[in-house]
């Protein structure tokens, strides 16, 4: 284990199985497979042009700073509207003004 994780310890996990997810950007990703471990082995793509990426557990692209390419929530149904996640579709988690966000009313 490299030391480059140690600051994703702490995070909450966002991606815990396959499915859709919002990034910090409002950009939806298709997460086909989700890891436990704390690697990069949440693989999934862009919905919009099928770019591949590889996210931490945490939602995380990086371990050092957060990017709009970041995890946030679990996408809502696609009826919903494509902006970034509001506050209504996903909560802030913890305190310190990590940013980080998990999908409403799932728990901890």
Known sequence: MSVYFIPLFTLPDIIDAPGEYLTRGG?????DCASTRHNYGCVGSYLVCGTAEKWHKS???????ETRNDIVCKAPCEAAATS???LSQCRLLGSGGN??????????
Do not use: C, H, K, N
């Not at 939602?59 to 700073?65: F, H, N, P, V």
């Not at 940013?99 to 901890?108: C, E, L």
């Open 27 to 31: 950009d939806r990703v298709m997460i």
């Open 84 to 86: 970034p996640p509001e």
């Open 99 to 108: 940013g980080q966000r998990a999908a409403a009313g799932s728990a901890r």
């Open 59 to 65: 939602g995380r692209i990086l371990a050092t700073s």
